[in-house]
């Protein structure tokens, strides 16, 4: 199983990203993905998952403003980063269920 993510990168307050990741090695559609995030001095926590029904959950930091999605079709998972805060700032892991990670993507968010 490998999973390589992308997209990442420096933005100001108030921008946007949009983080890949491409999934290889496994039976993609049938596997709950999603989104964790460790900061600086922090523990990693959860961002946002969406299961192979399309069902998504975000955490209440990034509600209204992150979005996730997936295309079967292509092995590939996205987190929509919109109207970033300085506090978005970390390293975004996406994930695959139960225990495969890909390897961090860094989001910086100048104020």
């Known amino acids: 199983v490998q999973l390589q993510a992308s997209g990442g990168g420096l933005v100001q307050a108030g921008g946007s990203l949009r983080l890949s990741c491409a999934a290889s090695?496994?039976?993609?559609?049938?596997?709950?993905v999603g989104w964790y995030r460790q900061a600086s001095g922090k523990q990693r926590e959860l961002v946002a998952v969406?299961?192979?029904?399309?069902?998504?959950e975000s955490s209440d930091s990034v509600k209204g403003r992150f979005i996730i999605s997936r295309d079967n079709a292509k092995n590939t998972m996205y987190l929509q980063l919109n109207s970033l805060k300085p506090e978005d700032t970390a390293v975004y892991y996406c994930?695959?269920?139960?225990?495969?990670w890909g390897q961090g993507t860094q989001v910086t968010v100048s104020s």
């Open positions: 994930w695959i269920s139960p225990r495969y």
């Open positions: 090695g496994m039976i993609f559609s049938i596997k709950a």
């Open positions: 969406i299961s192979a029904g399309g069902i998504t």
